[in-house]
DNA sequence: GTCTATAAGATGATAGAC
DNA sequence: GTCTATCATCTTATAGAC
């Protein structure tokens, strides 16, 4: 990410056209669902010809591309100061409710980040970084703060059902928290599988 | 569904050649992916010309709305014929296991059903019908194979994690097994909140 | 009634002038 | 870097042969 000293002239400028395309293209998203984005639109948004954003990004793959390491890194700098309770039981709520309100408050974003709704796209090693990142450092968080020691299956199982949760949601009730509001009670299950003491009852209501 | 008695001319014809398109478009799902299906290409397969379609289906969503018709129609009716324990945990076991075998069969056919892939396709009520035939049929055995009382909550609960486990098995280790084989000790989870008696362990290695 | 021929409108993408 | 063409492809629709 860093360029070579003698190159600050007007890479800023170019950076700058970058995240305004970017900031664009996620609000046509929202607009136009993330699999109806279209160049036209974004380009109309952002007051250029169609043609002139490949000046900027080589494809549409590529600008879904950027979206996607965008996303992930703003779950990973928002989970790495996120402050978790010493407790394991509580940090393992604590760590399932932060991702779900981050799956849950943005429909493309998720679908971008977490499902495949892109035809052909895949993300690249680059993008995909930030989420293998923030899935690491949460582990071994957990792993620190005392708990048990997870193993693969643990952690595989807890991704699994949590994103259930999350897909479900979606699906069903858009908006609403039919299936958010059973958080609690799975979490509790996991932590009882787990062995996790129960010191306190999970936050839910 | 019934039309007029005298209307069986040539409308076995219509259907044979419905089915036909339906059987290409499949084909050509599961070559090119679902979202990556393209009139043209069904066409082809089927030796027509890509507006000949249309004189057997409106449009293109329409097509898919016959294949998330058949889709759900053959899970429903396999579902129907699944004999499952008289213990009811062990009948949570074959419940989810058949589910999940079901939906990691067959990616195209997972993606239709369960997720939704294509941009402003939402099925018709007729072609919703299966799959609520099934959930209900399927929740209305379990209560009368003398287990407890499932609440709304508990049949959220359970769809939500097993679509999670088959979401995480296709998007992580497609043909793989990592998550899958995580089932048995799902429901045993899923069996022990419900307090089900714990007759026998999952039947799963 | 069914299919073929053909075109309209939209999209992602490229080439070349300025 | 941005623009004006321009192309290939796909969905959708209409006109007309058999």
């Known amino acids: 990410m860093l360029g070579s000293p003698t190159e600050t002239w007007q890479d800023r400028r170019r950076a ?3 995240r305004e395309i970017l900031d664009a ?24 010809r169609p043609p ?10 590529a600008l879904y591309d950027a979206m996607f390491f965008q996303a992930w890194s703003e779950f990973d700098e928002r989970s790495a100061a996120l402050e978790l309770p010493a407790d394991p ?3 393992l709520h604590g760590i399932a409710r932060f991702y779900v309100d981050f799956a849950v408050a943005d429909l493309p974003r998720h679908q971008l980040m977490d499902q495949r709704v892109i035809p052909d796209f895949t993300p690249s090693p680059e993008s995909y ?3 293998v990142r923030a899935m690491e450092r949460t582990v071994g968080r957990f792993r620190a703060a005392g708990g048990v020691a997870l193993t693969e299956a643990d952690v595989d199982l807890f991704v699994a ?16 928290d039919r299936y958010t509001r059973l958080l609690g009670r799975l979490v509790d299950m996991l932590a009882d599988d787990l062995g996790l003491a129960t010191v306190t009852s999970g936050e839910d209501p």
């Open 129 to 131: 970084a930030p989420s």
């Open 52 to 61: 002139s954003l490949y000046t900027h990004f080589a494809s549409k793959h």
């Open 161 to 176: 059902v949590v994103g259930g949760i999350v897909a479900a949601q979606w699906s069903n009730d858009p908006g609403g």
């Open 25 to 48: 293209a996620w609000e046509v998203a929202h607009r136009d669902g993330l699999g109806g984005l279209t160049l036209r639109a974004v380009a109309e948004r952002v007051g250029m």
């Open 16 to 18: 700058a056209v970058r």
């Open 89 to 91: 039981r509580a940090a």
